[in-house]
């Protein structure tokens, strides 16, 4: 109720603003752009608790400024390049810090914030023969990933491991059999193992129908699972979903997807994020307040 009054609040002050101003509401361009390119190398005290993270910081950073169309320096791709290559672990894979243990989610996003940069120096950092022994070395024979060695069974796993090996080119049909089966037979919601939310969604869309469901009527953003508040994050994990899913229903002949429009309101996740999750110095929160 009290995050539903603010969101309100500003819809009514956008609505009065709207009048006298037609560009309204406007992406603050200028100012992510500088918030993130700062964010690149000088954090506050207050992202420590994200030590073991550091490669989705880089990640998440450079994926925003490619959409920003932001370039960067030589010198600078060269910096994160050597920082993320700090991060690999002598036996693949990559770690969420220097000397910290390989995990398939901070390789996931080691790979993907390489590919972003885009340089032959990025790409030769990776070990791409001791990352394929790390994938094999976190692979369950049910065709299931262990996000790193010992440690737990989710879906997320199965997509990470995928990711890294089709943008690595170290895919083959031996290191991912039975994952489609495992995968298929862990979508059904009654299973009880594994929390559903929309992270696993994002890898497998078990229901379509909890997808679309999802998104906040009043708000307009998403909810990461029944009965949460909303929250901006879930904007790329739901966002990113649906373009996937669009493409598997077409390739299927599903006559209900339109060639115009995504399975969601998206002006209302647009209305949402631009009138409620922009910092006036840059940056998005989850929701406002925050």
Request: hydrophobic fraction near 40%.
């Amino acid at each position: 109720e009290k995050v539903e009054k603010t969101v309100a609040e500003l819809f009514r002050i956008f609505s009065k603003r709207a009048e006298i101003d037609i560009e309204a509401p406007s992406l603050l361009w200028m100012e992510h752009s500088h918030f993130l390119k700062t964010s690149l190398f000088t954090l506050s005290k207050s992202f420590q608790c994200l030590d073991s993270s550091r490669p989705w910081l880089c990640y998440w950073i450079l994926h925003g400024l490619e959409l920003l169309d932001q370039t960067l320096t030589l010198d600078d791709i060269s910096r994160i390049a050597q920082f993320i290559g700090r991060c690999q672990s002598p036996k693949g894979g990559f770690g969420g810090g220097p000397s910290q243990f390989p995990h398939l989610a901070t390789t996931y996003a080691s790979v993907n914030a390489l590919c972003i940069l885009g340089t032959e120096e990025a790409y030769n950092i990776i070990d791409r023969e001791k990352l394929k022994q790390f994938l094999w070395s976190v692979r369950s024979p049910t065709g299931a990933f262990h996000m790193h060695e010992g440690g737990e069974i989710d879906l997320r796993g199965v997509y990470c491991a995928v990711s890294v090996a089709r943008l690595t080119n170290i895919y083959s049909n031996a290191l991912f059999e039975n994952s489609a089966h495992w995968i298929a037979r862990h979508s059904n919601p009654v299973f009880k193992k594994i929390k559903i939310n929309v992270d696993s969604l994002f890898c497998v869309f078990f229901s379509k129908r909890w997808l679309v469901n999802r998104q906040m009527r009043f708000e307009g953003g998403f909810q990461g699972r029944t009965n949460k508040l909303v929250d901006g994050c879930y904007s790329f994990w739901q966002g990113g979903a649906f373009p996937l899913l669009h493409r598997i229903l077409n390739e299927e002949n599903v006559n209900m997807v339109s060639e115009e429009r995504w399975l969601f309101h998206q002006e209302a996740l647009q209305e949402y994020i631009l009138i409620c999750c922009q910092h006036s110095s840059g940056g998005l929160i989850d929701k406002p307040n925050k």
